[in-house]
């Protein structure tokens, strides 16, 4: 029996004021998915966005992050003949291995028509980049329709 003079303590009012408010979000979130959802009709699937980098500010040679640092490539003296009536598009590009000891890289040449079409791939090749040495890796395109580049590095592992 209560007597006017007999307060509840503040931790027993704390568990109970927390229960009613589990048994209110309860009920509400039980409210909530039971209701009926607005159906505004089938959704179109999701988009792409915008790719940032168009193409002609795309680079020629893409790297693997983990390899920037060991590989550098000298640009004034990548060699790029263009397709003649004859011969189709030629390119070497000269690496050096910045690291202390030998690895291995496999890359790929992908060649393009004027209108930016992917028209054929070299496969990727395995070179091994000595310490500290220059190698070049070249690429031929298969069809004269190909004039221009690119060139993917990756680690050989």
């Known amino acids: 029996m209560r007597t ?3 307060r509840t303590p ?7 004021s927390a229960g009613r408010s589990l048994a209110l979000l309860a009920a509400g979130l039980l409210a ?5 959802a607005c159906d505004s ?3 179109p699937p999701a988009g792409v966005v915008q790719d940032p980098i168009v193409q002609p500010q795309y680079p020629n040679i ?5 390899l920037q640092r060991f590989l550098a490539v000298d640009y004034t003296q990548i060699v790029y003949r263009k397709p003649t ?3 189709p598009v030629f390119v070497q590009v000269p690496a050096r291995s910045q690291a202390d000891n030998e690895f291995a890289v496999q890359y790929n040449f992908e060649f393009f028509d004027e209108t930016g079409r992917k028209v054929g791939q070299t496969g990727y090749k395995l070179e091994t980049l000595p310490s500290r040495r220059q190698v070049f890796m070249t690429g031929n395109a298969i069809t004269q329709a190909a004039v221009a580049w690119r060139l993917d590095i990756r680690s050989a592992r």
């Open 4 to 6: 006017p003079h007999h």
């Open 10 to 16: 503040s931790h027993a009012r704390t568990d109970r």
């Open 32 to 36: 909530a998915g039971a209701a009926p």
């Open 41 to 43: 009709g089938p959704r």
């Open 62 to 66: 893409t790297i693997d992050g983990a």
């Open 85 to 87: 009536e004859t011969t």
